[in-house]
């Protein structure tokens, strides 16, 4: 069962949007949505995040349809986990744990499940529950008797000297992977970024011929890939890194910085983003918000609106004078008149499934590259001839 509330600051448009992401995290998890709740509220409840109405509204839709999970769509504090929890007597997730677990399950590689893992350590850290005092130590001598370490104060020491030890590994593993990135030479690099399922694995395998893993669902890479590619007879390294999303738990973005470092070390950007998407604009600033903390927002970049093969915009009658015009009217030629027009040729659009306007991408990248190259050896000028 999914649970959202509907704030002055977020609409009900935006909030089903939410919602619908929520949705396809879970069944992205292995999860099955039974049931969705939403609220209108002014701000969250502190007690239980949502109103004693709603609240018993739920727990009643529970007992009826035995609903194992709940999932909110924002991230709760650890007091309102615990109370809610009473309440349903069953599992609660928010956002961020849904994510995490999501990620758990994608990590592959060592790097990544130490990523991982820290992440879940600093999200676990203040939602230790319960405070027991049965395994008190008693100390010994004058002045050092009484209570001693209770087992909610064990648990932090052992999470945050995890917590230590697991910022220790990241740091070695860093240093080992920027040993590798430096050993590839002056070769320019291109980094593939974009909002999560916006389809960056599937152009990475249609560019290098490669077999990067990619599916129809939220987050199917983590780990990042680098393949050698070559357009004309110029060689360059090109990345697929792991994609973002709205309300990203901060706990990741702090603990995947050092995975960004394919994205911040890059010469040259490939923003991907899934045009077919009703709110894309959104999912762009999302990604621009991500890459504005990393400080790579100023790296030259290309603007890629894939999958136009399945773009629908919505037909409007000439004559009807009454139906405003929005933007779920715009054709895509409307679209390139909008803010889009005013980046040049820095905005392309393909589709990866249907290999549309590969060619056209290819001769960008070439010479975007290629203007890099030239910039770093201007002796190879006459080895890399411009293309038309």
Same mark, same amino acid.
């Given at each position: 069962m999914l649970v959202g509330v509907i704030t002055n600051d977020q609409g009900y448009e935006k909030s089903m949007d939410y919602l619908e992401e929520l949705e396809f995290l879970t069944v992205t998890a292995g999860g099955f949505v039974n049931k969705i709740f939403t609220q209108k509220l002014n701000k969250p409840n502190p007690k239980t995040f949502i109103g004693e109405g709603?609240?018993?509204?739920?727990?009643?839709?529970?007992?009826?349809?035995?609903?194992?999970?709940?999932?909110?769509?924002?991230?709760?504090?650890a007091t309102q986990e615990r109370n809610i929890s009473k309440i349903f007597n069953c599992k609660i997730l928010d956002r961020t744990n849904l994510i995490l677990d999501i990620f758990a399950q994608r990590a592959k590689t060592s790097y990544a499940k130490t990523q991982v893992?820290?992440?879940?350590?600093?999200?676990?850290l203040p939602r230790l529950k319960g405070m027991w005092t049965h395994l008190e130590r008693q100390k010994g001598g004058i002045g050092m008797r009484g209570p001693g370490e209770t087992e909610i104060e064990t648990d932090r020491r052992i999470v945050r000297n995890k917590i230590s030890l697991l910022k220790e590994k990241i740091k070695s593993i860093d240093k080992q992977m920027h040993t590798q990135r430096g050993n590839r030479g002056k070769m320019v690099r291109v980094a593939i970024a974009g909002y999560t399922n916006v389809g960056k694995s599937t152009l990475m395998n249609l560019l290098c011929k490669s077999k990067v893993f990619a599916e129809d669902k939220l987050f199917a890479t983590l780990d990042t890939?680098?393949?050698?590619?070559?357009?004309?007879?110029?060689?360059?390294? $090109? *990345?697929?890194t792991v994609g973002f999303i709205r309300?990203?738990?901060?706990? #990741?973005?702090? =603990?995947?910085?050092?995975?960004?470092d394919e994205v911040r070390e890059a010469d040259l950007l490939m923003h991907v983003v899934d045009i077919t998407h009703s709110n894309f604009e959104e999912h762009k600033e999302s990604v621009e918000k991500i890459l504005s903390e990393i400080n790579s927002i100023n790296k030259p970049t290309i603007l890629v609106f894939n999958k136009i093969?399945?773009?629908k915009s919505v037909k409007i009658d000439e004559d009807d004078l009454i139906t405003e015009r929005t933007k779920m009217h715009y054709s895509l030629d409307d679209w390139k008149k909008t803010w889009m027009g005013q980046l040049g040729n820095n905005v392309i659009? $393909? *589709?990866?499934?249907?290999?549309?306007?590969?060619?056209?991408?290819?001769? #960008?990248?070439? =010479?975007?590259?290629?203007?890099?190259h030239i910039t770093r050896f201007p002796y190879n000028n006459f080895l890399y001839p411009e293309i038309n």
């Open positions: 709603k609240i018993n509204e739920i727990r009643d839709y529970i007992k009826d349809h035995k609903v194992k999970t709940v999932i909110f769509d924002d991230e709760l504090t893992e820290l992440a879940q350590c600093q999200y676990l890939t680098v393949r050698k590619l070559v357009i004309g007879n110029l060689p360059f390294l $090109i *990345s697929d309300k990203l738990p901060t706990q #990741l973005v702090e =603990s995947f910085k050092s995975t960004l093969d399945n773009y659009f $393909i *589709s990866a499934i249907e290999k549309s306007n590969i060619e056209q991408l290819k001769k #960008l990248l070439y =010479s975007k590259v290629r203007e890099i």
